[in-house]
Nanobody, 116 residues
Framework: VQLVESGGGLVQPGESLRLSCAASGFTFSPSHMSWYRQAPGKERELVAA????????NYANSVKGRFTISRDNAKNTVYLQMNSLKPEDTAVYYC??????????WGQGTQVTVSS
């Protein structure tokens, strides 16, 4: 099983990034997918989640209106479009999968740094 995140980097406040998470080794389409993040000295927190059907997405209050989660089941990939980035969005972003069998998988994380 692999979840491989990409798309992180260093951006200035107000800019955008698009994270991708490519999944393999398990059945992606019925899996619940989500993005978490962990800033230095803080606990890992849920950023956004998308169920297998793609509807009823949910977001942390801190990112509502700025971030959008989406998935492409044909490509076994989940995305996180991040707009109007703020310094407080700086963190390592992790992709998480909850399989239909109830198994949780995590990616290795991708660093997002927002700084002027």
């Amino acid at each position: 099983v692999q979840l491989v995140e990409s798309g992180g980097g260093l951006v200035q406040p107000g800019e955008s990034l698009r994270l991708s998470c490519a999944a393999s080794g398990f059945t992606f389409s019925p899996s619940h997918m989500s993005w978490y993040r962990q800033a230095p000295g803080k606990e890992r927190e849920l950023v956004a989640a998308i169920p297998r059907g793609g509807g009823n997405t949910n977001y942390a209050n801190s990112v509502k209106g700025r971030f959008t989660i989406s998935r492409d089941n044909a490509k076994n990939t989940v995305y996180l479009q991040m707009n109007s980035l703020k310094p407080e969005d700086t963190a390592v972003y992790y992709c998480r999968a909850l399989s239909i069998m109830g198994t949780v998988y995590w990616g290795q994380g991708t660093q997002v740094t927002v700084s002027s």
